[in-house]
């Protein structure tokens, strides 16, 4: 009883504007967002980033992120707990910019906002057909040829905001075309080598499940070793560590993989990771990490 009606008050105070503190920033949350009530239940959801940016820092003092699914700003302001790194903004939902650009104003001048959503060159959006428009939104359901909206690559994007074609942290949240995401901007992260944090969930828009598809989870982590990743930070969704995985434990990749699909047709528990990405040139980081 006590948990139903838990529910039923977040649910009422879903409607109202809500604000969040994060890291050293105070930010205004889309109406609908879930953040808040995850917070207070799960302390540990979205703090590893920030963890993973000051060892960053420790080692780069000069370190840029890209945030790659921007939304409000939450992700940025965790990137900046503790130091003032540019984050360079990548936002296409223009319900929600309005609301990112006016978070952003307070965190500094270093910020910038590229008002885009990425992917392949060539593809477009149909905006009709985007799920959760406006708090959480994927693309993913509402991709082709002919849509108002054009995508554009990193590498595209990279080309308006040079000063962060260095970047060493890539923060991808793109709601189910995360791995797609990696898979066109393999040039840039095998050259620049960035730590990678996303997220990995291919079972709630059915894509990327079977091996046979070009986003099956276990390719693109093993694309990313490929490009020399050596080391895979897991946390669960609630954000507890769960383990380190070697590049060269390709089986591990599928282990993990399957126990997640187990979680979608047997009973949910754990329903996406978060994953962190290595290079070899930073492994020497995940040390202080884990």
Request: proline share 4%; net charge negative; charged share 20%.
């Amino acid at each position: 009883m006590r948990l139903e009606l838990s529910r039923s008050l977040w649910s009422v105070r879903r409607r109202f504007p809500h604000t969040l503190t994060i890291g050293r920033y105070r930010i205004r949350l889309p109406l609908g967002s879930w953040l808040p009530e995850s917070v207070l239940r799960y302390p540990l959801a979205n703090v590893a980033i920030g963890r993973i940016a000051d060892a960053l820092h420790s080692k780069y003092p000069g370190v840029h992120a890209i945030d790659i699914g921007a939304n409000s700003g939450d992700t940025t302001a965790m990137i900046r707990r503790s130091f003032d790194i540019p984050v360079l903004c990548v936002e296409g939902d223009d319900k929600i910019l309005a609301l990112l650009r006016d978070n952003v104003s307070s965190m500094g001048s270093d910020i910038t906002i590229e008002p885009s959503f990425i992917g392949e060159e060539g593809l477009s959006v149909n905006l009709k057909k985007i799920n959760a428009y406006g708090l959480n939104a994927s693309i993913v359901n509402a991709l082709g040829t002919e849509g108002g909206i054009k995508l554009r690559s990193l590498q595209s994007i990279l080309g308006s905001h040079p000063q962060f074609s260095g970047a060493k942290l890539l923060k991808i949240d793109a709601e189910g075309y995360d791995f797609d995401i990696i898979l066109h901007s393999i040039e840039f992260i095998a050259s620049v080598r960035p730590v990678v944090f996303f997220e990995y969930n291919p079972f709630e828009y059915n894509r990327g499940i079977n091996p046979e598809e070009a986003t099956y989870g276990p390719k693109v982590m093993e694309k990313l070793a490929g490009a020399g990743y050596t080391d895979f930070l897991y946390y669960d969704n609630f954000g507890h560590f769960l383990m380190r995985v070697a590049s060269a434990d390709r089986s591990a990749f599928r282990h993990l993989h399957n126990y997640l699909e187990s979680n979608w047709t047997n009973g949910m528990a754990v329903p996406y990771f978060d994953i962190c990405a290595f290079h070899c040139d930073d492994s020497a980081l995940v040390e202080h990490l884990i």
